[in-house]
């Protein structure tokens, strides 16, 4: 069924987070860049707050890769690469989010359902502040910039 | 008493984190000689920040500041303001441009409804521990509730140009209106969202319920003509009937020690907003087929259980619902999709339905148009005191298990109020500290 869809062979870049907060844009930030970089070759969708939402925002793609701020004591700027396709990530890593339903509430909800695409890897950026109103800080730079990297890298690995 | 003595016969009960209410907060419940001596729900408070970071910023970026306080309820948020800052430049928004804004206010109530309904609070009457265990055995039922969600995303999406955080909403109207064909193309969605409340409604008034009906005092905005969203009076059970400029004469915010969110109070007590309030002061505005649907399952109104808060968000659901669909079949769009602005110096206040009960805004504004003061009242510190009587009150009936089902039962009650902690607060963390002899 799911290979059936348009979307079958889509690969679907979502950046999360709040634009507002300092380094919790930063998922929307790298997003924005990886459009950029890629043009129209991937789906890219910038998702502020989007709790529950998300398991929509994955729907139908084959491979889905989310990037989000993380807050698990690391250094600000250091990048995790987690795989959400066969088991959970976990809540430790990723904060809950204000709508109750954070990301891998969100995945494992999709994969309840039965919905969840079959490849699922979120990147998670370590972020140091998040007050309201204030830009990246600068750890948050060079993460993007290995983010960015490592998504050109498994984009290219799929098209192989 | 020995100091010894007293920690035998003091117990603390620690919750540090409450499930499945919008963001993160604490609660800590004393119990000594087994009696509720403390209950203390604890919150931060961003929407304190929001009021600081309001000054200084021109009239017209307020309505998508504020819409970031929530991403649950950004509408809410968005309308209060406008309607304040209206009041300010005495501008009266009439017609279409009303009807859209009602529109847009039913899809949030839907969305928001819905996923509290569904994902945060079913799950406790159906014995699972979170909706995504409930959505294992119950995968037809969350579908259905995910499926409603979206349709108010859908006019989210339309009115707001995106369905978090919309950003069409603004100081006299809107920034782009809709054609009526776009209106259209939502009717057959709604269509089927409707029956899927009216299922809603009978699903939840079947859950069991504990018995529990403490004397509340609700309140909630009263319009002659209609269920409220952005106007009306604000009026109490208790027989207060007010303008909403009067709003800060009667109801007072106080800091308590324990938390960063201020606690409101009616005359110096505790009092409930939200949909319970609502549709208990507002029967004679509910909708025949609501009505029936209640009817079919021996339901009437008033409903007092602070349990039945589920079920009538489910009965608003389906208001908002059979109400989009009206406002859609009269819609024209107006001629203006905003009416013009001109900048006058005042303070202004509005109160709006927010999904969670009454949100109050102040503004004062200087001759430049430069908000000089803001003041937020989010519907969550409003019914912050209630909830915490509302454990004293319950939590009596629990004192003989173990601390950790009465951690769980104490989160239910809390759940009751869809306590939206990112809009009072920041993060919820829930602690409940107990004291006392086992």
């Known amino acids: 069924m799911k290979k059936d869809s348009p979307h079958s062979s889509a690969i679907r870049i979502i950046g999360l987070g709040n634009g507002m907060r300092g380094d919790d844009a930063v998922g929307l930030v790298t997003a924005r860049r990886i459009r950029q970089e890629f043009g129209d070759r991937v789906e890219v969708i910038e998702a502020e707050m989007a709790g529950i939402d998300l398991i929509d925002l994955m729907k139908g793609a084959s491979v889905a890769i989310l990037i989000d701020a993380v807050r698990s004591g690391k250094a600000p700027g250091s990048v995790h690469r987690l795989d959400a396709s066969v088991s959970p990530i976990g809540g430790q890593v990723f904060p809950r989010s204000s709508h109750a339903i954070g990301v891998s509430e969100a995945i494992e909800l999709a994969r309840a359902m039965d919905v969840l695409p079959a490849t699922v890897i979120v990147y998670g950026v370590e972020v140091g502040n998040t007050e309201i109103g204030q830009p990246l800080s600068p750890p948050m730079g060079e993460a993007l910039d290995q983010v960015v990297k490592q998504i050109i890298q498994e984009y290219e690995a799929c098209h192989a | ?438």
């Open chain 2, 1 to 438: 008493m020995t100091g010894k003595e007293e920690a035998r016969n003091t117990r603390t009960i620690a919750v540090d984190l409450v499930a499945r209410v919008e963001g993160e907060g604490a609660l800590r419940v004393t119990v000594k000689d087994g009696t509720v001596q403390d209950v203390e729900l604890r919150i931060f408070e961003p929407p304190r920040f929001f009021e600081a970071f309001l000054q200084g910023r021109h009239y017209s970026e307020v309505p998508d500041i504020v819409a970031r306080i929530c991403g649950i309820c950004p509408v809410a948020y968005q309308m209060s303001a406008v309607h304040a800052i209206e009041q300010i430049f005495g501008l009266r928004i009439e017609g279409a441009l009303r009807d859209l804004r009602r529109l847009i206010y039913c899809g949030e109530w839907i969305e928001s409804h819905a996923l509290h309904v569904y994902m945060l609070q079913a799950p406790d009457f159906l014995g699972y521990a979170s909706g995504i265990a409930m959505a294992k055995d119950h995968p037809a039922v969350v579908t259905r509730g995910l499926r409603l969600k979206k349709a108010g995303n859908a006019i989210m999406t339309l009115l707001g140009g995106r369905s978090v955080h919309p950003v069409s909403v603004k100081v006299g109207g809107f920034s782009r209106v809709p054609r009526r064909s776009e209106l259209e193309g939502l009717k057959d969605e709604l269509l089927w969202a409707r029956d899927a409340a009216i299922e809603t409604v009978r699903w939840v008034a079947d859950f069991d319920y504990p018995d529990f009906m403490p004397d509340y005092t609700y309140v909630a905005l009263r319009h002659p003509d209609e269920y409220p969203f952005n106007e009306g009076q604000i009026v109490a059970s208790s027989g207060l009937q007010i303008s909403v400029n009067e709003f800060e004469q009667h109801f007072t915010e106080h800091q308590v020690a324990y938390s960063t969110a201020l606690h409101c109070a009616l005359q110096g007590s505790p009092y409930q907003v939200g949909p319970l309030a609502r549709l208990n002061l507002n029967q004679e505005h509910v909708t025949p087929l609501a009505k029936q649907v209640l009817a079919d399952r021996e339901l009437s109104l008033p409903l007092r259980n602070p349990f039945h808060g589920i079920i009538a968000r489910s009965v608003e659901i389906l208001y908002a619902l059979e109400e989009s669909l009206s406002l859609i079949e009269r819609y024209e769009p107006p001629p203006l999709p905003a009416l013009p602005v001109v900048v006058r110096p005042g303070t202004g206040m509005a109160c709006t339905e927010a999904p969670r009960g009454i949100l109050y805004h102040r503004y004062q504004v200087d001759g430049d148009g430069v908000i000089r003061e803001a003041k937020i009242v989010p519907p969550t510190s409003q019914n912050q005191s209630r909830i915490e009587q509302d454990l004293r009150l319950f939590m009596p009936r629990l004192l003989h298990l173990p601390d950790q089902e009465v951690a769980l039962a104490c989160e239910r009650v809390i759940r009751c109020y869809d306590p939206c902690i990112s809009c009072a607060t920041h993060f919820l963390n829930l602690e409940i500290t107990r004291e006392g002899v086992a």
